[in-house]
């Protein structure tokens, strides 16, 4: 981990608000390295706000707190944000001012991703493509989850600058003929089809359903059963048991390398591509075997480029709580 500064002994928390739950931790410098305790989650939906889950975490830990940080799912403007996948609306004017906090920093959750990348050993990265890393290029971050985060990391002597983007919402860009096929039955249901529609947790719900209304596809009762669809799909994959699920996800993950290399384009990320959320990790085998890679540098003139640029996967569940615990020893 990297070593940090003292932090003039402030009380410090720092947060993770994703689309399906709430992830919160104390934070304190342990002999110059960052330390998350008191770590709490939390099933978003179950509450109405974020200030319903604070004050339950304060008042369980017994907790006072002067800064926080939170990397929140969503595009944040101004320190306020609404969040992506929950119909919350977050101000940090509004949270130091009930909670009696000196400062609040919002922080889009990729942006926070990004932070704790620094912060990584490097037994928490998977690589997938080891290929020829420019150390002081830019590095890409794609993220799939309840939702699709993507953003680029610009690098120079003053350190890592993380740019935020929604490149989740942009057009999602069928490359073969399944895919078009795709595209038309997910146009017909929601009237427009973005990358995230397909690229996450839901997208593999939406590929399953559209093999089974469209190709022959069949549902079984395994499905119907599993407490989170989209996982289950992954698990019946790799396991060979279920063929519907296998295509479900061969067509994810040449989905997802595409998007991926379209994100290593725009930001010439000669610095490496790493892929973050919760999907990667579950499918680590399948992204291994051959696929990623294959669609990943399917990009024509570009071809040369991408084969050379390194692909890895983040394992570290709690990177995005961690790049905020890392901003705020700097508040």
């Known amino acids: 981990m990297l070593i940090v500064e003292g932090s003039a002994m402030k009380k410090l928390l720092a947060g993770y608000i994703g689309g399906s739950s709430v992830d919160l931790a104390r ?29 339950l975490y304060l008042r369980k830990k017994k907790a006072s ?37 000196k400062r609040v920093k919002l922080i889009n959750d990729i942006v926070a991703t990004a932070h704790g990348l620094s912060l990584l050993p490097a037994e928490k990265f998977y690589t997938i493509n080891k290929g020829v890393k420019e150390e002081n290029g830019n590095v890409g971050l794609i993220a799939a989850g309840a939702g699709l985060g993507e953003a680029v990391i610009y690098r120079n002597d003053q350190g890592i600058h993380p740019c935020a983007s929604e490149g989740g919402r942009a057009d999602f860009a069928p ?21 995230e529609d397909v ?20 549902r079984g009762e395994w ?12 698990e019946a994959a790799l396991s ?11 067509i994810f993950i040449n989905c997802y390398a595409s998007e991926a290399a379209n994100l290593a384009l725009k930001g010439m990320t000669l610095g490496g591509i790493y892929i973050g959320g919760m999907i990667a990790p579950q499918a680590i085998t399948a992204l291994d075997h051959g696929r990623f890679m294959v669609r990943f540098v399917k990009k024509g003139k570009m071809e040369r480029v991408l084969a050379n640029m390194p692909v890895g996967v983040i394992i570290e569940e709690k990177t995005a709580l961690l790049g905020a615990a890392g901003m705020t020893m700097a508040m």
């Open 223 to 234: 499905l119907d059963r599993a407490e989170n669809p989209a996982l289950a799909i992954i």
């Open 240 to 250: 060979g048991q279920d063929e519907t699920a296998t295509r479900t996800l061969d």
């Open 175 to 195: 490359g073969n003929q399944i895919e078009s096929e795709l595209w038309e039955y997910l146009y017909s249901e929601l009237g427009g089809d973005e990358v």
């Open 65 to 101: 707190i002067d800064v926080a940080c939170f990397g929140v799912a969503g595009p944040v403007i101004k320190n306020e944000v609404s969040t992506t996948n929950l119909p919350w609306h977050i101000v940090g004017k509004s949270l130091e001012e009930k909670f009696s906090l």
């Open 199 to 218: 690229v996450s947790l839901t997208g593999l719900e939406r590929i399953f359903g559209f093999l089974v209304d469209t190709h022959g596809g069949k």
């Open 27 to 55: 934070v304190r410098n342990a002999g110059g390295q960052i330390e998350l305790f008191d770590q709490a989650n939390y099933i978003s939906k179950s509450y109405a706000d974020l200030e319903s889950i604070l004050s």
